[in-house]
């Protein structure tokens, strides 16, 4: 039984935020031919964001509904794991030939994001070093358990960061506005109303695999972090998969390139912080994150190294990435089921 509602309900949430968010791609195209908004910018904000919209669903859900904030934490953490190291992989399979970089853009892009991850490393652990605990907690094991409060004015930082961000990709728009008119014929009402009803469909799919996730949990005496880490990680990217697949399919490979670092800019900026500050101060588990963030910055590491080199991503080293994948989501069921214990989480009966 528990096998069926796994499989059956990880397929039908995914499904819907694969229809709703290839509805959602659709429009916002249009919105932004409507508004002659280049691509490069279309690819880092407006498609990133509307992409993204399943893991800032994830990050509201969990904690409002759920009371598990790091269930929407970790998601979001191993989605921009995917995001970096799965899907420039596959859009270099689906072309059938490597996926070309612009210099401006990566170093661009890539330099911010970097900063983005810093920015929520360095405020997670302001978390744990100003608003932790005053008593220790320790695992059976003697290990330390760091815990810190997110809160609410800490949460402003990373916004104010995503506003500036928002601020250059709006110069970048006026600057080569000339080149981008606005494209007539196209109802902006319409497609904002396409776009509101496919965040309720968002809303539903989200909501199916964080109870997939927590079934899991209860059912393998498993933390629900892990599952998030890694079931509704992957499904949640799928909209990000389908967009930067076809974008590179089509040959807008900056756009694909652009999609992916945009949307985990969002995802770190946006998406954690507007938990918090939704559900007001939050108890986050440094131990746990730690690792995690640092896989993160190794797999944009080794991301940003194969780009960098000859401004295209090959098919060998796609392999590499999506063996790195593999490696991350066999760590991660290791760990589950208590095999390993590096991030202390295994639950004990």
Known sequence: MIIAFVVGGTLFGSALLWFSCSRLEDSTHRLAQHYGIPDAVKGSVLLA?????????????????????ELGLAAIIGSAIYNILVIPAFSVYARGRPLEANRDLVYREAQFYLVSVSVLMLILSLTVIYFGPSEQTFLDDGRRIFIGNFTRPLALFPLLLY????????????????????????????????????VLVILVGVEVLLQVAIRLGEELNTPTFLWGMTIVAAATSIPDTFVSVRASVMGRTESSVSNVLGSNVFDLLVAVPLGVMISGAIAVNFTQIVPMMTFLVIATVVMLVFMLRDMHLSTGESHVMIFLYVAFGAWMVLEGFGVTDFLGVRVLP
């Not at 990050?59 to 009371?67: F, R, T």
């Not at 970048?172 to 319409?190: C, L, T």
């Open 49 to 69: 964001i509307s992409s993204s919209m399943p893991e800032l669903v994830t990050a509201l859900l969990a904690p409002l509904a759920h009371q598990d904030f």
């Open 163 to 198: 506003g500036l961000y928002l601020y250059m990709q709006f110069e970048e728009v006026k600057r080569q506005r000339a080149d981008h008119p606005r494209v007539d014929g196209i109802n902006p009402w319409r497609e904002w109303g396409i776009l509101v009803l496919c």
